[in-house]
């Protein structure tokens, strides 16, 4: 089982920003999805960014919430690591944010239940 770990969360006023960075223990082979979750207190947790991968590479086109588009940015950084920088926060985006694998690829759609492996989530708080 790869250990996901998420760093870079923290409080910030609203419309400041934030870089959010996944490592993992071992490289990710193959073709596979890493992926941004967040869940905030009473809500589900859901999908709000995917880059899809093979071994370091992406392969393909990113996939981002509705309520993210343009302000958020997927990224990979090699076959270990990933991150998500969040410009223009509000404080709709307080949630504890997750990291996670699938694999497979990403589809079409950042579905909870497509993912195997999560980090442990790293809390990101915006002041209005």
């Known amino acids: 089982q790869v250990q996901l770990v998420e760093s870079g969360g923290g409080s910030v006023q609203a419309g400041g920003s934030l870089r959010l960075s996944c490592a993992a223990s071992?490289?990710?082979?193959?073709?596979?999805?890493m992926a941004w979750f967040r869940q905030a207190p009473g809500k589900e947790r859901e999908g709000v960014a995917a880059?899809?991968?093979?071994?370091?590479?992406?392969?393909?086109?990113t996939l981002y919430a509705d309520s993210v588009k343009g302000r958020f940015t997927i990224s990979q950084g090699n076959a270990r690591t990933w991150s998500l920088q969040m410009n223009s926060l509000n404080p709709e985006d307080t949630a504890m944010y997750y990291c996670a694998v699938r694999a497979g690829g990403c589809g079409r759609t950042i579905g909870r239940s497509d993912y195997n492996n999560w980090g442990q989530g790293t809390q990101v708080t915006v002041a209005s």
């Open positions: 071992v490289s990710i082979y193959g073709n596979k999805c």
């Open positions: 880059i899809p991968t093979i071994t370091g590479s992406t392969f393909g086109s």
